[in-house]
């Protein structure tokens, strides 16, 4: 999977991003865990066929844009998707970090 944003820094330099910023897009964002994490997998829950279709074809042009890809080897966690309603009836696709979160410090 290609880091198009990594790849566009420059960019992100000239128009004078904050310094935050820069170290996240070149290094990635470091979470503040309160302890060692271990590793989970938690799964999603049961869709209906509908859904199921909607989810699939999101993910489907996600993976067709480079945008997620599959893991070559198994994640430290899982955590589930969901579909969400949007103001105007459209459905977004979003992932459910509440128990990753659980497990960051509050800083």
């Known amino acids: 999977m290609n880091n198009r944003l ?10 004078n ?7 996240w897009i070149d290094k ?13 997998k938690l799964g999603n ?4 066929s509908t859904l199921d279709e909607i989810i699939k074809s999101k993910l489907t ?8 890809g599959k893991c070559s080897y198994k994640p ?5 998707i969901a579909c969400v309603y949007k103001k105007k009836g459209k459905r977004r696709l979003v992932t459910d970090l ?10």
Not at 17 to 23: G, I, T
Not at 45 to 48: E, G
């Open 76 to 80: 430290k966690c899982v955590s589930p």
């Open 45 to 48: 829950r049961r869709f209906n």
């Open 98 to 107: 509440r128990q990753f979160i659980l497990r960051c410090a509050k800083i």
């Open 6 to 15: 990594r790849e566009q820094l420059h960019n992100w330099r000239y128009i």
């Open 28 to 40: 990635g964002v470091k979470f503040p865990f309160k302890e060692v994490m271990q590793g989970f």
């Open 17 to 23: 991003a904050h310094e935050h910023v820069l170290q």
């Open 61 to 68: 042009k996600l993976i067709l844009h480079d945008q997620v």
